[in-house]
Structure formats: structure tokens, C-alpha cells
Nanobody
Framework: QVQLVESGGGSVQAGGSLTLACAAL????????MTWFRQAPGKEREVVAI???????TYADSVKGRFTIYGDNDKNTLYLQMNSLKPEDTAMYYC?????????????????WGQGTQVTVSS
């Protein structure tokens, strides 16, 4: 089974950058959708970016053009590069996996999760 561990969160000023990493146990690229979610206090967990098994990537409109999701097969790690960060990006960021070709955007459709890494963007 895939096990996920996130890292790379921290505090940054608006306009800054961070790169998050999600280390996976097992071959995530051959079997799993790999997805980044985030959750701010008092809000629902929302999708940020998805890497499909085919290699296709999709993004939430709120981060399109600023964030990039990519993976490293050798390291079995998923990344989320975040540029031009805004205070509204402040949230706990989670990676999640799903063993299917179709990758949903609802957090309730995923059962494999990391523990999350906090991102705080100050104005």
C-alpha cells in the first residue's frame, strides 16, 4: 500500500515561493492518482492540483499559473511548486492517493492521506 509523508511547508511573505514534497512508499506512478489538497481553518478541504496516472495535470482555478505539480519517479516523490504565494493560500496542505485511472476532485473520494504540512503566507 502507498504511504504518504509531506514536507516543505513553512512561513513566507506574499509573493514568495515554497516547494512541497510528498514521499510515497510504493510505486505511485503506475497505480495511483496523486493529488494535492489544502484546508484552511473553518473551510472544507479543497483540491489544489492533480497528477493523473497518464501524466496529465490539472489545477484549481485559484492556483493556475502559479503552482506546478510534478513527480520524480526515481525518488517516488510528488512535488508542488508554489510561486507568487498569496495570503489566501494559507492552509494545511495534504497529498492524497487513489488507485484509479480517473482522479476525482472531492476529498471524500480519497482514502490514502499524508499528515499534512502547514503553509502560512503573510501580507
Amino acid at each position: 500500500q502507498v504511504q504518504l509523508v509531506e514536507s516543505g511547508g513553512g512561513s513566507v511573505q506574499a509573493g514568495g515561493s515554497l516547494t512541497l514534497a510528498c514521499a510515497a512508499l510504493g510505486n505511485m506512478y503506475s497505480r495511483y492518482c496523486m493529488t494535492w489538497f489544502r484546508q484552511a481553518p473553518g473551510k472544507e478541504r479543497e483540491v489544489v492540483a492533480i497528477r493523473w496516472i497518464s501524466g496529465t495535470v490539472t489545477y484549481a482555478d485559484s492556483v493556475k499559473g502559479r503552482f506546478t505539480i510534478y513527480g520524480d519517479n526515481d525518488k517516488n516523490t510528488l512535488y508542488l511548486q508554489m510561486n507568487s504565494l498569496k495570503p489566501e493560500d494559507t492552509a494545511m496542505y495534504y497529498c492524497a492517493a487513489r488507485s484509479s485511472i480517473y482522479c476525482p476532485s472531492k476529498f471524500s473520494e480519497y482514502s490514502i492521506w499524508g499528515q499534512g504540512t502547514q503553509v502560512t503566507v503573510s501580507s
